[in-house]
């Protein structure tokens, strides 16, 4: 348990550190109702004529990260930006119960009820674990998956860890996310984050988008994320799905030893392709966003 906390505390305060009041999208199309969800809400900008794009937020984090991607995207695609509700300060009324399959299966219904053709979907960390249970839930519904700088099991990263300890650190952390005082919270975000980019400004903004976030909704979105095994679900898959992830060598957890986690927690996926980052942390649309851009127009490629 002592190896273990270090590194699911790191998580739990940014894991991509990135409601009662209703969020709606409005598809272009006038006749498309518009879509209505207290865990989500949906921005959408561009015409382009190229595949549909989906993006998803991580943990704690704004949709925003993505912003910068996005808009070079909707000159040639419709992008679909999904912010999870609780995060970054949007609502969030369901107090400590399920967050990610719950927020897969309101994203799988606005896809339907938009009408969206087998859209391309990007996920960064927890956003990466909702894309592949979508996947994994829905097949057909998606045309291809990328996720970025996450795993189908987070649990092992931290090696060969229980269930059974894994489910009781996240236990231990969802508490400590629920009981902890303003200031301590604050510290707890501001050393944290220096593990998940290279760059200071961003850190002192995903500390802001955590602080923002309400405690609720990080504590069951740790709880889930941590615990949440789709490594039996991806031999069936069969939408192409490349997985994304953070390569830094000042940093051993990220360094070749990691590429080596990647390709044994992905093996099983029929249609895979990784690719690894070099020079970038947990966060690489911000550390690496000229490389990461690169990847996604050639995963976009028709």
């Keep these: 348990m002592a190896r273990l906390f270090p590194v699911a505390v790191m998580l739990a305060a940014a894991l991509g550190t990135c409601g009662v009041s209703l969020s709606m999208a409005r598809a272009a199309d006038e006749k498309t109702p518009a879509f209505v969800s207290d865990r989500l809400s949906v921005e959408v900008i561009g015409t382009g004529a190229g595949p ?4 998803l937020a991580g943990y704690a984090c704004s949709v925003e990260i993505w912003r910068p991607l996005a808009t070079r995207l909707a000159t040639r695609h419709r992008v679909h930006l999904v912010q999870p509700g609780g995060f970054a300060g949007k609502p969030w009324p369901h107090g400590d119960s399920d967050f990610v399959q ?13 009408g969206l053709r087998t859209p391309a979907m990007i996920g960064h960390s927890l956003g990466g674990t909702v894309a592949l249970v979508i996947a994994q839930k829905h097949p057909g519904l998606l045309g291809r998956v990328m996720t970025v700088d996450s795993l189908p099991y987070l649990a092992r990263m931290f090696g060969e860890a229980k269930p059974e300890m894994v489910r009781a650190q996240a236990q231990s952390i969802a508490a400590v996310l629920l009981t902890a005082d303003p200031a301590a919270f604050r510290v707890w975000q501001s050393q944290s984050v220096t593990t998940l980019t290279t760059r200071p400004e961003i850190r002192s903004q995903l500390v802001e988008w955590a602080l923002q976030s309400d405690r609720h909704a990080l504590a069951a979105g740790i709880r889930d994320v941590m615990t949440l095994d789709l490594r039996p679900g991806l031999a069936a898959m069969t939408v192409p799905l490349w997985a994304v992830y953070a390569a830094d060598e000042k940093d051993g957890a990220r360094s070749g030893a990691g590429a080596a986690l990647w390709q044994r927690e992905y093996a099983p996926v029929p249609k895979l392709k990784l690719i690894g980052v070099e020079g970038s942390r947990h966060f690489i649309m911000t550390d690496q966003p000229a490389k990461l851009d690169a990847i ?7």
């Design 52 to 55: 549909e794009v989906v993006m």
């Design 102 to 114: 719950p927020l897969a299966a309101e994203i799988a219904r606005y896809l339907q009820q938009q």
């Design 296 to 302: 996604v127009d050639d995963f976009l490629r028709p």
